[in-house]
């Protein structure tokens, strides 16, 4: 099952304008992550923020994590059109062998 | 440094058949996870090598197995193929005790 639950499912935007991704989980984690995928290839890790953080930047991307909602939410500023991609958080709980568990995405078109 | 890759890229198979995937991982990581991602879905995890062994698997039947060898390459196996798996499958490589994992481009399944 997965528990990482993306919204929107898609998001259309002008180029230079702001996108906001939200993940809802239903567990206790170790750690959160969010992860880029273009055109159905392989994923490409952006950030991690740890169950005892509530907010991570990496150059364009904000991300803050929320464990008492459980939720998190990822912020593309001034996005480009090279940020077309599908974007997925996946979680950590901590527990067993390192398996990241994934939701299902959210397909963000930048529009030039 | 080389990053994680793949064989082969596509591959078309008949239902019932077996397939052996094969993965590469970054040089230096003794860790290798395989996903498997349905389309329109999250990647889904299907098990982790560390050192050889099978070190923890997810909702998959035994008819999914791997192999991790010495230089930490992999191998997943699928046998009796059926229709439902059909699927991007993702390798991803990463250090023990390391939280990032890297993925590799993916080997997409076609069963007919």
């Known amino acids: 099952s997965q528990q990482g639950e993306e919204d929107p499912q898609a998001l259309s935007i002008q180029e230079g304008e702001n996108a906001t991704m939200n993940c809802s989980y239903k567990?206790?984690?170790?750690?959160l992550q969010w992860y880029r995928q273009n055109s159905g290839r392989g994923l490409v890790h952006l950030i991690l923020i740890r169950s005892n953080e509530r907010e991570k930047h990496s150059g364009r991307l904000r991300v803050t994590l929320d464990t008492s909602k459980k939720s998190s939410s990822l912020l593309i500023t001034a996005s480009r059109a090279a940020d077309t991609a599908s974007y997925f958080c996946a979680i950590y709980t901590g527990a067993g062998s390192y398996q990241l568990t994934f939701g299902k995405g959210t397909k963000l078109s930048v529009i030039p | 440094e080389t990053g994680v890759t793949q064989s082969p890229t596509h591959l078309i198979k008949t239902r019932g058949q077996q397939v052996t995937l094969r993965c590469s991982s970054q040089s230096g990581h003794n860790t290798v996870s395989w996903y498997q991602q349905a389309l329109g879905q999250g990647p889904q995890f299907i098990f982790q090598y560390y050192r050889e062994e099978e070190n923890g698997r997810g909702n998959f039947p035994p008819r999914f197995s791997g192999l991790q060898f010495p230089n930490y390459s992999s191998e997943l196996n699928v046998n009796a193929l059926e229709l439902d798996d059909s699927a991007l499958y993702l390798c991803?490589?990463?250090?023990?005790?390391?939280?990032?994992?890297?993925f590799g481009p993916g080997t997409r399944l076609t069963v007919l």
């Open positions: 991803a490589s990463s250090l023990a005790g390391v939280d990032e994992q890297f």
């Open positions: 567990t206790s984690i170790n750690n």
